[in-house]
């Protein structure tokens, strides 16, 4: 990982990251590498207390937290042809994130500090477009091929639910006003 901006607010020490929201500014990292295919996970301690307009974007170890399923051959974009880099940040959000704005910040509580560590990518790397035939060989390296990853079994099905009942506060799949009425076809189609 490495700081991308609001590095005056942001340390990496080895394998830990800190992340800090101010009223001036926020912090951002991001993975030196591209993955194609696999799981990433962290460890991460979340603003404590009141911090309703701070948007941390998060890992939970172990526990499936988003399920994008692949519609292409419904013409739905489905992110399997280029490298994708793993972002995290810490930044205000309250014009927005808190019920469409309603709730501001409450800055007394600042600086707010998100930390992470443990991060571990078990990934295919991304080396360019011959990683898209590599990732996607049926041998025992690329463990995301296996039929037990094709989708969540009813245990991961619970746990992504109880992630989204008890910590999703916005779906873009809901957010009518965003997208005019004019909604994503993936918000129409079943998810896991």
């Known amino acids: 990982m ?15 990251l800190q992340l800090v929201l101010d009223q001036t500014s926020g912090s951002a990292a991001q993975t030196k590498r591209a993955f194609l295919f696999g799981s990433i996970e962290s460890r991460i301690k979340l603003v404590p207390g009141n911090s309703a307009g701070t948007v941390t974007a998060w890992y939970i170890d172990s526990i499936p937290i988003r ?16 490298g994708m880099r793993v972002y995290t940040s810490l930044w205000n959000a309250d014009d927005w994130a808190t019920r469409g704005g309603l709730v501001k910040t409450n800055w007394s509580g600042a600086p707010f500090i998100a930390r992470l560590n443990h991060f571990r ?12 035939n590599q990732c996607a060989l049926n ?23 109880w992630v989204r009942n ?20 993936e918000c129409f189609k079943s998810q896991f």
């Open 2 to 16: 490495y700081i991308t901006w609001g590095s005056q607010h942001a340390s990496m020490q080895g394998d830990d």
């Open 67 to 82: 399920v994008f399923r692949n519609y292409e051959n419904e013409g739905i974009a489905y992110p399997n042809k280029q």
């Open 121 to 132: 990518a078990r990934a295919c790397k991304w080396n360019g477009a011959v990683s898209i």
């Open 139 to 161: 041998i025992p390296a690329n463990w995301w091929t296996s039929p037990t990853y094709k989708q969540l079994g009813y245990a991961q099905l619970g746990q992504l639910n």
């Open 166 to 185: 008890n910590y999703m506060i916005y779906d873009y799949c809901g957010d009518t006003k965003r997208f005019n009425g004019q909604m994503p076809p």
